[in-house]
């Protein structure tokens, strides 16, 4: 860890951060009781939450397909946002999208230091 720098770095932190500490905190501040909780490490929305995250920090060398599992799963978990209305996993449906935005500006800063090179 410690690779990445800039977006990378903010969004995997933020995903990490989110996954461990504001996931079971948003459902206790919506009422629910703590031996409900989604656990982290049990449960597996948090879990691919943190994964995304880990890989973001990971910078560069964590290839592409490493990303396809916890992808898949945060478009099918982050159903759960809005057919069990579970809110703390709308995150799951942005975080591909993000993933997206960021994969689109490290091919840009390649681009960019192979024509400065």
Do not use: K
């Not at 490490?41 to 290839?63: D, E, K, N």
């Not at 799963?73 to 946002?81: P, Q, Y």
């Amino acid at each position: 860890l410690g690779r990445a720098t800039g977006l990378r770095r903010a969004l995997g932190g933020s995903l990490l951060v989110y996954a461990v500490v504001l996931y079971p905190a948003l459902g206790l501040w919506l009422g629910e009781r703590v031996l409900d909780l989604p656990a982290f490490g049990l449960t597996p929305c948090p879990v691919t939450l943190a994964t995304l995250g880990v890989l973001l920090l990971a910078g560069g060398s964590a290839r592409a397909w490493l990303y396809v599992v916890p992808v898949a799963w945060a478009l099918i978990g982050g159903s759960a946002a809005v057919l069990l209305d579970t809110p703390q996993d709308w995150p799951l449906l942005l975080a591909p999208l993000l993933l997206v935005v960021v994969a689109i500006l490290d091919r840009r800063e390649r681009q960019a230091a192979a024509t400065a090179a």
